[in-house]
């Protein structure tokens, strides 16, 4: 697998102006992370879906491992990160307990990157 450095990963304009956020929740409890959704603005829930869709695109250099965890979760952020989907149907699915495992399992190795 060809290493890729951090600077090499696009980042969207939202990721970047939610980075911090985005950090934070990586790093939330489940009960947490799913108060912050649901309190959250809407862009928030978008730059949320940034990074889902770059990870799913395969931009974000993952090992076989970590491929193996997104896998697990990967009908969940697929769920979410469709482009039928308004945003009011990406933070219910969200919101799920399955929804929330899935966004921290990207998390966990997708934030080194934004």
């Not at 949320?48 to 491992?65: F, H, Y």
């Not at 970590?66 to 979410?80: A, G, I, K, P």
């Not at 149907?89 to 919101?95: A, F, I, N, T």
Request: net charge positive; hydrophobic share 35%.
């Amino acid at each position: 697998m060809k290493r890729v450095s951090c600077q090499s990963v696009e980042m969207s304009k939202r990721m970047n102006e939610y980075k911090h956020d985005l950090k934070r929740l990586a790093n939330y409890s489940p009960s947490q992370a799913r108060r912050l959704i649901q309190q959250s603005n809407d862009e928030f829930i978008c730059a949320i879906r940034d990074v889902v869709w770059t990870t799913l695109a395969g931009k974000v250099p993952l090992s076989s491992e970590q491929r193996e965890q997104v896998r697990s979760v990967q009908h969940t952020l697929r769920r979410f990160a469709s482009r039928e989907r308004s945003v009011e149907e990406r933070r219910r699915v969200l919101v799920t307990r399955k929804g929330v495992r899935a966004i921290q399992t990207v998390f966990d190795f997708a934030q080194w990157y934004f």
